[in-house]
């Protein structure tokens, strides 16, 4: 299944959370995007395909400001980015240059750009919360990011928070952080993620009710056959 409104309406709906367990059942241990922590409070759960963008260390001969008007820029790789995509950047985990600022980011949030998501920092935090983009990142530093980064390419496989990310990847990105979903790995997880939710807000109902936890989570027989007895009956 391609990541289609149905898809990401799916996806809307489960966890950063559950995904990580739904692909820790197929042997996928490292998703999670370290150090991606919501810029603002209460940023609704994001879905989308990822648009990838790479630095690597300042060299500097290359990280010059005049290197933003190059073609191979942060400008020339924002002006390809589709409507709906989550821009994800490789910033090394670099914290003291903002890779973005608020213009470069009303910019993607004018391109109908549905996220930033980095391992590094943005600058112009006011700004950049004033354009309304959802942003994940490590925080802000004042910096621009040539003081630290080189801008090096976009759409090829980067490493994001020690994680693998290729474009097209899925991207969901909620409270507790950003993670990747590949792209073959999507329709199991849209298989599998909304029946994880389902039976633990069952579990958790049953843990309100006093049940104690053995048994229970994880389900043994007994509660797998009562969880499917209150399915039948639901």
Known sequence: MNLDA???????DVSTATITTVLL?????????????PLRKG????????????FVPAREDLATPESWSSPRSTRGAIEDMPAG??????????TDA???GDILCARMRQRGVAALITDGVVRDLAGVLGTGLPVWCRGAAAPPSVAGLTFVAWQEPIACGGVAVFPDDVIVADDDGAVVIPAALLDHVLDHGPEQERLEAWIMRE??????????????????????AFKAGA
């Open 6 to 12: 149905a898809a990401i309406a799916t996806l809307a």
């Open 25 to 37: 059942k197929k042997g996928l241990r490292n998703i999670w995007l370290r150090g991606t922590i």
């Open 43 to 54: 940023q609704p759960r994001l879905v989308g395909p990822a648009f990838t963008l790479r």
């Open 85 to 94: 995509c989550i821009a994800v950047v490789d910033a090394m985990g670099i």
């Open 98 to 100: 903002g890779i973005f």
């Open 207 to 228: 843990v309100e009710a006093g049940v104690p936890l053995p048994g229970l989570y994880p389900a043994n027989a007994e509660t797998k056959a009562r969880y499917e």
